[in-house]
């Protein structure tokens, strides 16, 4: 019995597994100016390591008039998710300061999020030469190497990270599952998730990623609920899309219902040698 069926597969390097992921994400995190808020459907790191890169900003001397109308811009561009948009502007922004850190790191974030991990991985190289212990920086800078195939990188930027919070971090148990799960360490992954779980018990593509690992482990059961629990948080989710998830999980059903009896068949006919 297959595991996943193909249109499960789509969903999945759409929304979550972290092939990646990506875009799974869709992955990334950025700095927006005055709110200083990540995007609550991507996997981000903590608030406090958004908050570490706009503490640098105040030690910056202010940006030109030019700088400042195209950073602003920007940021405008990035919240309305106008990625191409923002990017442009971002490294407008750059052209004129090659020192900007924010449009930098923001600029590696839109990439991140269009999985153009190519064109962020040298931007977040650059910011790491000069903030090597940043944690945002380094989350995005995993987000990265996982993108490009390299998993193993990815855990040891991500073990970096941890060591410069003092409380555990959602996004660094989420994608260091996802690292997990690339390098083919599926119960690994799985424990990790399960971290993050904690953390936050209702994020769309941990819930997405739990189902599809389970689902791959044979923890069928656990796989049916966390399908379950994305279905019902996604009430706009295409119809394609809802339609195959709910024919995945009957799948699973039917497959343990059938298990099931045949245990049962197994076990009577047992009773019966036993007392023939």
Known sequence: MSLLNEAIRKKMARIGEMSVLAGTLILGIWYFSGSLSAQEDIPNAADSAVQAIARNETAKPLPSH???????????????????????????????????????????????????????????????????????????????????????????????????????????????????????????????????????????????????????????????????KFLQQNDTLPPHDKKNIEARIRSLHAYLGAKRNQTEVNSARQSKRSIE
């Open 66 to 228: 030019e700088e400042d109308i195209f950073y602003q811009k920007a940021l405008s561009y990035h919240r309305e998710d106008k990625l191409n948009q923002a990017i442009q502007m971002y490294k407008q922004v750059i052209r004129v300061n090659p020192d900007h850190r924010d449009a930098l790191f923001n600029l590696s974030s839109a990439y991140i999020q269009l999985a153009a991990y190519s064109d962020a991985y040298p931007l977040l190289k650059q910011l790491e030469l000069s903030d090597h212990r940043n944690p945002g920086i380094l989350v995005n800078l995993a987000i990265a190497e996982i993108g490009l195939g390299r998993p193993a990188e990815a855990i040891h930027l991500l073990d970096l990270a941890a060591n410069q919070y003092e409380e555990p971090q959602f996004g660094i148990y989420f994608h260091r599952a996802a690292a997990l799960s690339q390098l083919g360490k599926l119960e690994e992954a799985r424990i990790s998730y399960k971290k993050a779980e904690k953390l936050n018990t209702s994020h769309n593509n941990l819930i997405f990623n739990l189902a599809v690992l389970s689902d791959k482990l044979q923890r069928y059961d656990d796989a049916i609920q966390y399908y379950g």
